[in-house]
């Protein structure tokens, strides 16, 4: 580092740090706009039916709508707690 | 044909009623027979702004409530021919604004205006939503600053899905970026948003950038349109603005900080 740096040092542009910021934020928020009103719904309901079955929780579920060419797809996500597998068959046996 | 153009933003403060009066004088300094509606309720200041708070009798919800008519509500400005003022009213009551009141009115205003000019209230709730309703157009007023984009790009979207045009699944409505209170030294220095960052955030044609300028606080202790201030150079960029929005090619102006001579600088820098 110069002498010169250290009396003068530079700052980061913070209009930079901004527009990323905004960028993430807005992609985001689009993209949540564009769902339909029966996703969080049909979120908790999935939700409802799995814990039956497996100890899973609410942010373990991820229902999302995408596009794939001219097709929508519905995509939904369900993150296993580890061991899972041997608990829900457990379960499922006396039902 | 009458054109709608909402005046819209979401966020407050950005200089919606500026603009909106500075474009309802711009276009009828044109020619256009121009009528300018203050759709917020309960927080009335465009009368002020153009200069004709001491005027008002009757005002919108009169009309839609059938106590006045148009005519005996719309204020014919002084300085501007072929410009009318509607002012809104005090009252509290949110819900004042009936749609089918509204639709009565614009429905007549259509017959006899060239241009009617929406002033949207700040926000997303009934007063926003009325405003943007019936619009052809929406000059959408942005600060080159994180919330106010972001409040942006919201409006657009609820353009594309609440408006009239959207509803009856018409031509989406026309949208503008106009770009307000810009700095080109602080954008020089990194510290702001450039016009190039907004419109790739927000996609939406930009009509014009309104330079930071101390005129506009001026203009309106008066009452006087910015735009009617030569001198000024926000005014001067609400008509380039103006000119662009009925089809005039334009350079845009006050992308860049100004020039300044050889002492000036020197001596505006050490004083700094």
Known sequence: MSLFDFFFPKRPATASIAKERLQIVLAHERAGRDSPDFLPRLQRELLAVVTKYVAVHEDMIRVNLGKAGSASVLEINIEMPAGAGSKAKAKAVPA | ?272
């Open chain 2, 1 to 272: 044909m009458a054109k709608v153009i909402v005046v819209t933003s979401g966020k407050g403060g950005v200089g919606k009623t500026t603009t909106s009066a500075a474009f309802a004088a711009g276009l009828a300094l044109r020619g256009h027979k121009t009528v300018v509606i203050d759709f917020d309720v309960g927080l009335r200041n465009l009368d002020l702004v153009m200069g004709c708070e001491r005027r008002v009798v009757f005002d919108f919800i009169n009309v839609i409530n059938g106590d006045a008519n148009l005519n005996q509500a719309l204020i014919r400005d002084k300085r501007i021919d072929n410009l009318y003022i509607f002012p809104t009213s005090q009252t509290r009551d949110k819900e004042a604004l009936k749609r089918d009141g509204v639709d009565r009115v614009m429905a007549e205003l259509k017959k006899d205006f060239d241009y009617i000019i929406c002033d949207s209230p700040a926000g997303i709730e009934h007063g926003a939503l009325t405003a943007l309703y019936h619009a052809d157009a929406a000059v959408i007023v942005t600060n080159p600053e994180v919330s106010s984009v972001r409040d942006s790009d919201r409006i657009i979207g609820i353009l594309a899905s609440k408006s009239r045009r959207a509803e009856k699944r018409e031509k989406p409505v026309e949208e503008h970026l106009l770009l307000t209170r810009y700095s080109p030294d602080r954008v020089q220095k990194g510290e702001m948003l450039s016009v190039e960052d907004v419109k790739e955030i927000l996609s939406v044609p930009l009509l014009g950038i309104i330079p930071e300028s101390e005129t506009v606080l001026k203009a309106s202790n008066t009452g006087m349109p910015v735009i009617l201030d030569p001198g000024s150079p926000a005014g001067r960029a609400y008509e380039d603005a103006v000119a662009r929005f009925v089809g005039e090619q334009r350079e845009m102006r006050f992308q860049l900080p100004e020039r300044r001579g050889f002492l000036r600088g020197w001596f505006g820098r050490a004083a700094s």
